[in-house]
């Protein structure tokens, strides 16, 4: 069945050090993909998607780009912030799958020091 | 945006109980709310999809006698672990999906972390 792999955290970093978080799917056809992030205290939000192959995500200076060659989906940002401090998930849907089709990875997290 | 709040953050019960969780959507209302867990250092999985008005979808592998789900209302689910053991200590979290087909947006809960001793 389809599945999503991502690095085991945490992952431990200095403020306005470049983050990369690894995310690697298996899945039939072309799925969506997506990161989802989860505060300190609150639920998981969508961060980025993109839903077909070359296609980057891109929020709040995160950014993801559908690489279907090597059927992965790599977070980044250039610079982080203490705030960035969360659980980051990779996720994917099937086509057509909807929300009852999302699979999900572990969760990484992100420590950011000041 | 919108809100879906999950309590109890966190529970503390003894083997052979039963433990609630509750799921409200607070500013909108939801027909599908979706049950998910997570045990440490695996994925997050889906257990349940809740209708509104109808019985629960169960994953393949979810006892559906011991995780009991309502959805009573449109802006309710609860999810009861019954008679719970040491293996259901889990990372509980909910979802809800807001707005019409073509345009649905989902909503997560901030999760309960269930300790059964």
């Known amino acids: 069945g389809d599945s999503v792999t991502q690095m085991e955290g945490p992952v431990t970093l200095s403020e306005e050090a470049f983050l990369t978080i690894n995310c690697t799917y298996t899945?039939?056809?072309?799925?969506?993909l997506f990161w989802y992030v989860q505060y300190p205290g609150e639920g998981l939000q969508l961060l980025l998607k993109a839903t077909k192959a070359d296609d980057k995500g891109s929020n709040k200076g995160f950014e993801a780009t559908y690489r279907k060659e090597t059927t992965s989906f790599h977070l980044e940002k250039g610079s982080v912030q203490v705030s960035d401090s969360a659980v980051y998930f990779c996720?994917?849907?099937?086509?057509?799958?909807?929300?009852?089709?999302?699979?999900f990875g572990t969760g990484t997290r992100l420590l950011v020091s000041p | 945006g919108a809100v879906v709040s999950q309590h109890p953050s966190w529970v503390i019960c003894k083997s052979g109980t039963s433990v609630k969780i509750e799921c409200r959507s607070l500013?909108?209302?939801?027909?599908?709310m979706f049950w998910y867990r997570q045990f440490p250092k695996q994925s997050l999985m889906l257990m349940a999809t809740?209708?509104?008005?109808?019985?629960?979808?169960?994953e393949q592998g979810v006892e559906k006698d011991k995780f009991l789900i309502n959805h009573a209302s449109l802006t309710l689910s609860t999810l009861t672990v019954t008679s719970a053991h040491p293996e259901d200590s889990s990372f509980y979290i909910c979802?809800?999906?807001?707005?019409?087909?073509?345009?649905?947006?989902?909503?997560f809960g901030s999760g309960t972390q269930l300790s059964v001793l």
């Open positions: 500013d909108f209302q939801a027909t599908t």
């Open positions: 979802s809800a999906i807001k707005g019409l087909r073509g345009s649905e947006k989902l909503f």
């Open positions: 809740s209708n509104e008005g109808s019985k629960a979808t169960y």
């Open positions: 899945a039939t056809g072309y799925p969506s």
């Open positions: 996720a994917l849907s099937p086509p057509l799958g909807g929300f009852q089709k999302l699979v």
